[in-house]
């Protein structure tokens, strides 16, 4: 729903709809506010669109309540993880799943970039080169931590 609102006047609701375009004539801009957010819209069109919101005409408490439910029910389901097999402890720190394990190897690859352009910084950069090069020490070394519980887990 949108809502002319002027100075020194009431409310005025002009639609009640998904989208709605308003022309604005003159030379100074106008105050606007839609769903609680106010601003100076300068002369021009504008054009207000409301995205993935239930219309409604009228308050209607079961379709909200319906809605809500809805809404904490979808919620719900983002939280819940897929389910996996069951695993001991150890098991589980050992167990990779084939996307985790494709997605820990473009990682692996976008580090060794990372780590070979922070080499050739540290060339080019002389005054850096100490800093630069603790970067590329740390960041091999945990690299390598990665591959080793990769490679005795796999």
């Known amino acids: 729903m949108a809502v002319s609102r002027v100075i020194n006047l009431q409310h005025h609701r002009i639609a009640q709809c998904r989208m709605v375009k308003i022309t604005i ?12 957010e106010a601003w100076i819209q300068p002369p ?3 054009k207000i669109q409301h995205k993935n ?12 309540s319906t ?15 897929p389910s996996r ?6 098991q589980s720190m050992e167990y990779l799943m084939e996307e985790e394990a494709a997605q820990l190897q473009q990682l692996v690859g976008a580090t060794e970039t990372l780590i070979s352009r922070i080499r ?4 080019s950069r002389r005054g850096m080169e100490q800093e630069l090069a603790h ?13 080793a519980c990769k490679s005795s887990s796999g």
């Open 120 to 123: 050739e910084a540290a060339k």
């Open 25 to 36: 004539r003159g030379d100074e801009g106008v105050p606007v506010q839609v769903d609680g």
């Open 67 to 81: 809605l809500k439910s809805w809404e904490d029910k979808q919620k719900g389901e983002a939280y819940r993880a």
């Open 135 to 147: 970067a590329v020490n740390s960041s091999s070394l945990a690299l390598s931590e990665v591959l």
């Open 44 to 46: 021009g069109m504008i």
């Open 53 to 64: 919101r239930a219309q409604m005409l009228t308050r209607d408490r079961a379709f909200e």
């Open 85 to 90: 097999p069951r695993l001991s402890s150890q």
